[in-house]
């Protein structure tokens, strides 16, 4: 089981790497891959030190899985490239996750749909993976008419440009700028670019994957995304309207039982999910569940979660353990 990590010198990319040793991914080799500029750099990985190759020598040595954090320029060009040599491709930029032919997958909703035709395989935006995670038991008991979301987003999402930023600003250094505006004692509305109608295509990737990946295109989804100065995860604030009533207790119960989901949902002792917290782990967090006393069948509640780690590099390795699991690589 050969595994290459392409954009393995990125923040992503080492977290992928570091998941697939917690993890004990059934690996036997692992190529560390990146652009031109870093080839010959080495990296720790596993009491050794891994010496990154370039895309044309990767794709020769025929992986068996490559997990992509590369970016979608570099996606859409060697993605084919890899899957023409029989290499599996799980990706984690937005490049493919709308293409009709390409299963946009979070392992426990919908892994099912993965086949060993599935040469290429896309991973969702890490907002929208918290935020189905929670969706996905709830949507299945009492059908989601409409889903309200403002995401307050960790610079870490942007990428190491904006870790460098937000750090030189706490520390009165002028430096590179990730973004049009100082981040650092700030909150800026504004994640990817905006379109002509106003919204961002980080607003926009939360209504397409979302009924993509619930497939059920009837939900309504309209999303705000804003980036605030933090670095341990990405948090949503989400109010739902359901076709059917719900019992909190019930709400409470089927968020509990659903793999990856752990509630903080203790008010009175300020207990609820929070960056700071939810930083290094792998599970999506949800609290502050509530009723929304202005509208009826309606449900509020928050949720974090690391989106370097579920909402990226974990989700793509849990994609790549069910592959070796179900024999379809």
């Known amino acids: 089981m050969k595994i290459a990590v392409v954009g393995a010198t990125g923040l992503v990319g080492k977290v992928m790497l570091k998941s697939l040793l917690e993890r004990k991914f059934p690996f036997t080799k692992v190529y ?36 992509f954090s590369a970016g979608g320029s570099t996606s ?9 040599g ?17 299963k946009l997958v979070v392992p426990e909703i919908n892994a099912s749909v ?10 969702p935006n890490c907002s929208t993976i918290g935020m189905v995670m929670a969706l996905a038991p709830l949507h299945k008991k009492y059908k989601i008419k409409r889903v309200v979301v403002s995401t307050y987003q960790s610079v870490t999402g942007t990428g190491v440009k904006a870790v460098a930023q937000l750090q030189n600003e706490r520390q009165g250094i002028k430096g590179e700028m990730a973004y049009p505006h100082p981040i650092d004692l700030n909150c800026i509305p504004h994640g990817g670019t905006f379109e002509e109608n106003g919204y961002t295509t980080e607003e926009t990737k939360l209504v397409n994957e979302t009924r993509k990946i619930l497939g059920d ?96 590099a974990t989700n793509a390795i849990q994609i790549a353990e069910y592959l070796v699991k179900e024999n379809l690589v």
């Open 86 to 102: 029989g290499t599996t491709v799980i990706d984690n930029s937005s490049a493919w996750r709308m293409h009709e032919d390409i």
């Open 217 to 312: 295109n009837s939900i309504n989804v309209t999303a705000t995304v804003v980036r605030i100065p933090v670095y341990g995860g990405h948090s949503e604030a989400v109010n739902v309207e359901f076709e059917n009533d719900f019992d909190l207790i019930d709400v409470k119960k089927l968020l509990s039982d659903f793999p990856g989901i752990t509630i903080q949902d203790d008010p009175e002792n300020n207990i609820y999910p929070m960056p700071a917290t939810a930083e290094g782990k792998d599970d999506v967090f949800v609290g502050r569940i509530r009723r929304d006393l202005s509208q009826a069948k309606s449900l509020n509640f928050w949720i974090v979660s690391d989106n370097l780690r579920k909402g990226a």
């Open 114 to 123: 993965l086949t060993k035709k599935d040469k290429i395989i896309a991973n």
């Open 32 to 67: 560390a891959v990146a652009s031109e500029k870093s080839i010959g750099k080495k990296i720790d990985f596993n009491n050794s030190v891994l010496e990154v190759i370039g895309m044309k020598q990767a794709i020769s040595l025929k992986p068996d899985i490559a997990i």
């Open 76 to 84: 859409l060009q060697w993605a084919p490239e890899f899957a023409k």
